[in-house]
T-cell receptor, first 110, second 116 residues
Framework: LAKTTQPISMDSYEGQEVNITCSHN???????ITWYQQFPSQGPRFIIQ???TKVTNEVASLFIPADRKSSTLSLPRVSLSDTAVYYC???????????FGSGTQLTVLP | KAGVTQTPRYLIKTRGQQVTLSCSPI?????VSWYQQTPGQGLQFLFE???????NKGNFPGRFSGRQFSNSRSEMNVSTLELGDSALYLC???????????????FGEGSWLTVV
């Protein structure tokens, strides 16, 4: 499993766009990049997953450069309820076991 | 479409007792995995089941066990509970489509176990 590195914490204000970058230098050809959000005392919630270029869904965008050695989760116009820990994971197409790092604690301020 | 369902949501047990936690995966998902989350150790993989067979196992003692039924529902059991077993136990499920495309794994809300 590829090792990931992401900031321990980030602060933002309501209404701003937040970008969280994750480094994964040893990503393999068949690996996918997946982001989860976790609130205290709840299970991780799947946010977005991508392989290359850009992926967008109703809650976030994921930007992956051509070399795929990093990725950026973009949360548009965050609100207080987006305060959570965000985990970046790299896993193979047949991955059956997730290894979570420390994640990024995002705090959205009023 | 219902998500991953775990029961019970909260429970308190005494040291030395055993506990069984239940998980119903998303309909159609055949892979079920279990994780333990504690403030000190973070999220750690326990084991993964597919078609009633354990395929992967994390680094936990034999007191932690699990099983999967023919309908993909799964249970995990912890025997001879210790104070350190107090944690949030998470169940996750996926389709497990192999290398065809990214294998998205979805988590339940978890079962909070407190050992006193």
């Amino acid at each position: 499993l590829a090792k990931t590195t992401q900031p321990i914490s980030m602060d933002s204000y309501e209404g701003q766009e937040v970008n969280i970058t994750c480094s994964h230098n040893n990503i393999a050809t068949n690996d996918y990049i997946t982001w989860y959000q976790q609130f205290p005392s709840q299970g991780p919630r799947f946010i977005i997953q991508g392989y290359k270029t850009k992926v967008t869904n109703e809650v976030a965008s994921l930007f992956i450069p051509a070399d795929r050695k990093s990725s950026t989760l973009s949360l548009p116009r965050v609100s207080l309820s987006d305060t959570a820990v965000y985990y970046c994971l790299v896993l193979s197409g047949s991955a059956r076991q997730l290894t979570f790092g420390s994640g990024t604690q995002l705090t959205v301020l009023p | 479409k219902a998500g991953v369902t775990q029961t019970p949501r909260y429970l308190i047990k005494t040291r030395g007792q055993q506990v069984t936690l239940s998980c119903s995966p998303i309909s159609g998902h055949r892979s079920v995995s279990w994780y333990q989350q504690t403030p000190g150790q973070g999220l750690q993989f326990l084991f993964e089941y597919f078609s009633e067979t354990q395929r992967n196992k994390g680094n936990f003692p034999g007191r932690f066990s699990g099983r999967q039924f023919s309908n993909s529902r799964s249970e995990m059991n912890v025997s001879t509970l210790e104070l350190g077993d107090s944690a949030l136990y998470l169940c996750a499920s996926s389709l497990d489509r192999g290398q065809v495309s990214g294998n998205t794994i979805y988590f339940g809300e978890g079962s909070w176990l407190t050992v006193v």
